[in-house]
Every structure is written in C-alpha cells, then in structure tokens.
C-alpha cells in the first residue's frame, strides 16, 4: 500500500467515526447548553426572553431524541452528548443563577455532585460490560414516563427561576433537586 493509499484509508476511517458522532441529533444536543449560555448573557435583566429562552434550550432535549430516531442513529454515542448536553445546559445555568444570588449554592453543588456520580458510575459500568450502546438506560432509570416527568420538573424549575422570588425558586428547586436525587441513589443502587 503506498502512502496515498494510507491516507486516503486513513481519512476514510476517521470520516465514518465523524459521521458517527457529527450527527443532527448530536449537533442539537450540543447546541443546549450554548442556547443557555446566550441567554444568560443577553437577557439576565429580562426574566421573560431568560425563561424563554432557557425553556428553548430543555424543549431541544426532545428534538434531538426525535431526529436521532428519524435518521437512525440512535446508537450510544448519540446518548452520552445528550447526557453531556443535558448536564451541560443544567450546571450552566444552576451556577449562573446561584452566583447572582437567585437560588441557594446548595441546589448547583447538589446537581453536580449527583451528575458526577451517577455519570461516572454509567461510564464504569459500560466500560466494564464493553458495552456502550444504552447509555441512558442505567439503574431502572429507563422509564420514558419518569423520564420526561423529571425532564418537565427540571426544566420547568430551571426555566421559571428567572421569573419567580427566592422563596419560590428555593421551594421548586428543593423539589427538582430531591426528584433528581431519588432518580441518581436509584440508579446507583440498581446498578445493573
């Protein structure tokens, strides 16, 4: 094989893992956490265009599920940038808020101690089993129905703290905290 020949197979195999991982699904995934960060950015002193905006960004969570299944490519690479996204767009926008006084620090550092957790306890077991193909299904946390209940909880607690006092955000955040919680002690203890 002449050097052509190398580089040509070579490129050749690295585009089929790009065209894995540069999917639809995947591009809107990875544009979640950057629908957030432009609105904290443009319209933290307008709480109406911050809760749209933010209510964009989680309503994507759908989309990319939708188009991942349109194209079929629904494959497990697919799954960890949702999760990424999805954690991504949570701790942004928890951080942002705590930092400018809207919600307790407590609920951020909650979040993310659960994200880690729970993501590296997922990352764990694929790499054990050599299977990385269900990233979303750990622990008995595949229920779409309690799924997308805890995705509306979330999103609905993260999209309405600009719009709501402190003892309200405080109030919901406790909830989506303590749902997301459950869900993460769940998942760990059934690990399978």
Do not use: C
């Amino acid at each position: 094989m002449n050097l052509v020949d190398r580089v040509e197979s070579l490129f050749n195999g690295t585009m089929e893992k790009v065209d894995r991982v540069v999917t639809p699904a995947n591009v809107v995934s990875i544009s979640r956490p950057l629908i957030a960060w432009y609105g904290l950015e443009n319209f933290m002193d307008q709480p109406l265009y911050l809760s749209l905006t933010l209510a964009g960004a989680f309503m994507t969570d759908a989309v990319d599920g939708m188009l991942a299944r349109y194209f079929k490519h629904d494959n497990g690479i697919g799954g960890y940038v949702d999760i990424a996204g999805d954690r991504a767009l949570e701790l942004i926008t928890l951080w942002t808020f705590a930092k400018e006084g809207m919600i307790p620090y407590v609920i951020p550092a909650i979040f993310t101690a659960k994200g880690v957790i729970v993501d590296s306890s997922r990352i764990y077991r694929d790499m054990k089993k050599g299977d990385f193909s269900k990233p979303l299904k750990y622990g008995n946390n595949d229920n779409k129905a309690e799924r997308f209940a805890y995705a509306i909880v979330k999103g609905a607690y993260i999209s309405g703290v600009p719009l709501f006092g402190t003892v309200v955000n405080t109030i919901m955040g406790i909830g989506a905290t303590t749902l997301g919680l459950y869900r993460g002690l769940r998942s760990l203890i059934n690990h399978r």
